[in-house]
């Protein structure tokens, strides 16, 4: 009877998944994470997995930020791929070994920059950095879901779709805005001239083309006690899910509802 339960609840957990990283190859799904209390006091076997995604100065990292503060675990993909390849890392020395010294800032710091001419200009190059930097994410992402004592973590990565691994997770978040304000954003925070952020927003795939796979849309293009409001309404109905969940008695682990 355990053993039929246990399958359930994977089953259901592939078939509600959604969920990556970046452009890297992703965790191992169906890890085994102690039953952990929520709320109430029920329990859940694994966390409530989020993949947050939107193009470029959409406000990802503002409504990331938010979902932080009403209690989620949060990891940013594109930012542990950065750590990955930091100074004195494996990562950083494999780097070196496959694209030579040349890329080294006098610090001793890796220039993404100048990697990242080589890499976009070359298919064969960028397979053999993500070669090297996928795995290295991929673990660290699923130590933190592992460790995670939230009853919600969240996964933010731009390339989320694209990678093709929107299929994993529990639910798909994407984060909107209108055109003129992810200009006026990209200039501003990026010290991006108005032609580079648009030539940068014309390389993405169009939003319609994320909203259409969302479970959650978020339009960031009001104001932030707006934007606050409907992250709010969109947290309450997942802690709502979580909280009427069937128990399992026997092996005490929390079953998400169905969806």
Request: net charge positive; charged share 25%; proline share 5%.
């Amino acid at each position: 009877m355990r053993e039929r339960r246990t399958r359930k609840v994977r089953r259901s957990f592939v078939r509600r998944s959604r969920t990556v990283v970046a452009c890297l190859t992703f965790v191992k799904w169906g890890i085994r994470i102690p039953p952990r209390r929520v709320g109430n006091g029920e329990r859940y076997s694994v966390p409530y997995i989020i993949g947050l995604t939107g193009n470029i100065g959409t406000g990802k990292t503002t409504v990331l930020q938010m979902l932080a503060r009403l209690g989620a675990d949060v990891i940013d993909a594109d930012a542990l791929a950065h750590q990955v390849i930091a100074q004195g890392t494996p990562g950083w020395q494999a780097v070196i070994d496959a694209f030579g010294p040349d890329i080294l800032q006098p610090d001793g710091e890796i220039d993404r920059a100048r990697l990242g001419q080589i890499v976009f200009r070359d298919p064969a190059a960028l397979k053999r950095l993500e070669a090297i930097v996928h795995p290295a994410v991929g673990v660290e992402i699923e130590r933190r879901i592992r460790e995670s004592r939230a009853p919600v973590v969240v996964i933010e990565a731009i390339k989320l779709i694209e990678a093709g691994m929107h299929t994993r997770g529990d639910a798909l978040w994407v984060v909107t805005a209108e055109p003129e304000q992810q200009v006026q954003r990209l200039v501003a925070q990026r010290e991006l001239s108005e032609a580079e952020a648009r030539q940068r927003m014309a390389a993405q795939p169009p939003a319609s083309a994320k909203v259409a796979l969302a479970d959650t849309v978020i339009d960031n293009s009001g104001t932030p006690e707006e934007t606050w409001a409907q992250v709010q309404r969109a947290w309450d109905q997942i802690m709502a899910r979580i909280q009427v969940g069937e128990m399992d008695g026997d092996s005490a682990k929390f079953h998400r509802a169905a969806p």
